[in-house]
């Protein structure tokens, strides 16, 4: 229970009776819990699944015994004791109806190594049956922060007192909530726990927090939930699918497009003149300063915009572009320039400012490398990214370099809830991927398939399924292959047959998007072959692109 003085998160012992501690800590309950947050989602994990089946039970004791109701006097005897020993003093606050005790922290004496054992400020919230609505440890005991918490437990009762809700903010260990609910057994006539449900704190893709999907705890069978494990991911056979015909819905073409090429250093000095001041437009209206100004204070708070703001107003932007970047790269230009030096040969320099950058560069970072008949820059900023770099070269009218285009297809013929399933070699006859069932079979055993080493976890380390190299064409076949929210490898619950795979689909417990495709996808990358600058490499890698989008376009769309 929350009150142990030596700076840990974890609740003191339970005392001998008579005792004030012992008395305190019969107005709260005490739920032992797996110290796995997420270990309703987690018992495919042994040690998870392990500390489950011995928590279970005491569980369901613990809930079974209600919080009896005392007077508030009662309360007050307790702390008159003074509970844990503490060497400031309980004070008291609030009437009846709301009684809160509070003990401020302090350090205990010094050791012969010259440390301090910390002991934390407690505060005990009560609500008119002498119950505990809240332990916690309070952080700091300045004015106006005596508020904040380190680690504290909420409490909720039913008329009889028994515990229906309990809410942790753990700090770094994270905020989560378990919900429980009773019936009354028709032999006993007791009121039992029967089913328990556990939420976390966690981030919406829109930036907002809320609660995470529900993580439901069968009480009343729990033997049977944990040989289940319905909440978990599992195996299943492919006689278990009725699957429909494969469709050609949702799909996106991305392009990166990395760079600025200049045709000179002195196009380049200007440019990066510019850029320094900020006093260009961006696409949203604002110019390049008043938009990072905003920037700077969503991301660093109101003190990172007015740095921001100062460094940008104060001083000569010539004298600093000159002196700090554009003097290294026209010596490359010159070393460039030199009649036996190769037109592809290119020397690179970097600049990367902190709080010494003047103007927009105030945490900028750039690349230029300098070739025989080009000078190219690539840019990037704190909070920001590369969203300068686009900026810039929108109001200089020039077109990025084309890096790759990317067709991401999501395929899916699954007709279970939680599943994917794909015929691979239908997918690839339907987007005009000429790769035989062999090739498909060998790609799927050793990209994707369980028993493969880490480095093929991830899309960017896979080999592509088929490959195009005179027209810089890459497919691959990318279905999720882990559960990050819950630590699971998913290729462990894959199958497959011939050139079709099957398998459990990843959840995202941690942060809710319900937009989010989690289906399987296709993606046809394209790489320019030639120079990413020149209109007509794009213009051919565009060609090459729209070819695989117009097959879509003639394949079988989802009915509404």
């Known amino acids: 229970m929350i009150g142990a003085n030596d700076g840990s998160e974890s609740l003191p012992e339970r005392h001998e009776p008579l005792q004030p501690e012992s008395l305190l800590e019969a107005r709260m309950p005490f739920v032992p819990m797996p110290t796995d947050r997420m270990w309703p989602l987690r018992l495919h994990d042994a040690k998870v699944h392990a500390e489950a089946q011995e928590a279970l039970p005491q569980i369901i004791n613990a809930l079974s015994q209600p919080v009896a109701a005392v007077s508030p006097e009662d309360v007050r005897a307790i702390f008159a004791q003074n509970p844990y020993d503490r060497q400031r003093p309980w004070t008291s606050s609030g009437d009846d109806e709301q009684l809160s005790y509070v003990a401020q ?20 919230d009560f609500d008119e049956n002498g119950r505990v609505t809240r332990a916690a440890m309070v952080q700091d005991d300045r004015p106006g922060v005596s508020d904040l918490f380190n680690h504290q437990v909420l409490f909720e009762y039913d008329q009889n007192g028994h515990l229906v809700q309990q809410t942790t903010a753990a700090g770094l260990g994270g905020n989560y909530t ?17 089913e328990m449900t556990r939420t976390l704190l966690v981030h919406r893709a829109d930036g907002s927090v809320g609660e995470s999907l529900p993580m439901m705890v069968d009480l009343a069978h729990y033997d049977e939930w944990l040989a289940t494990n319905p909440n978990g991911f599992h195996a299943i056979e492919q006689e278990a699918f009725r699957p429909h015909d494969l ?12 760079g600025i090429r200049f045709a000179s250093p002195g196009e380049l000095e200007q440019a990066l003149i510019m850029y320094g001041n900020g006093t260009y437009a961006t696409p949203g209206g604002q110019t390049a300063f008043e938009h990072n100004v905003d920037a700077f204070a969503t991301s660093g708070g109101s003190w990172a915009a007015e740095l921001f703001a100062e460094a940008t107003t104060s001083g000569d932007m010539h004298a600093f572009v000159k002196g700090r970047i554009t003097n290294a790269v026209r010596e490359n230009w010159g070393w460039a320039q030199r009649p036996w030096r190769r037109s592809g040969t290119e020397r690179n320099t970097h600049f990367n400012f902190d709080y010494d950058g003047l103007g927009n560069f105030h945490k900028t970072h750039g690349e230029i490398s300098v070739g025989k008949s080009h000078v190219d820059l690539e840019l990037r900023a704190a909070y920001v990214g590369d969203a300068v770099e686009d900026q810039l070269a929108a109001a200089l009218g020039k077109q990025r370099g084309l890096r790759r285009m990317t067709l991401s297809v999501p395929v899916n013929q699954s007709d279970r809830e939680g599943y994917f399933y794909v015929n691979v070699a239908e997918a690839c006859e339907l987007l005009g991927v000429p790769a035989t069932n062999a090739t498909i079979e060998r790609y799927l055993d050793d990209a994707i398939m369980p028993g493969q080493t880490d480095s093929t976890r991830f899309d960017r380390d896979q080999p592509p399924l088929w490959a195009d190299e005179t027209h810089g064409v890459a497919v691959n076949f990318a279905p999720r292959l882990e559960d990050y929210d819950t630590r699971t490898d998913l290729r462990d619950m ?17 942060r809710v998007d319900p937009n989010k495709v989690y289906d399987p996808e296709f993606r046809i990358v394209v790489t320019p072959a030639g120079n990413p600058f020149d209109p007509e490499v794009m213009r051919q890698a565009d060609e090459v692109m729209h070819g695989y989008v117009s097959r879509i376009g003639q394949a079988p769309q989802p009915t509404a």
Do not use: C, K, N
């Open 105 to 124: 922290g302090y350090l205990g004496p010094e050791d012969e190594r010259g440390g301090h054992d910390i002991f934390y400020g407690l505060q005990y």
């Open 178 to 194: 378990d919900t429980f609910h009773y019936s009354t057994d028709p032999m006993s006539g007791s009121i039992v726990p029967v």
């Open 247 to 258: 469709e050609a819905g949702d799909f996106r073409v991305d392009e990166y497009r990395r």
């Open 494 to 510: 894959f199958r497959r047959d011939g050139a079709t795979i099957w398998g459990p689909l990843p959840r995202d417990v941690l």
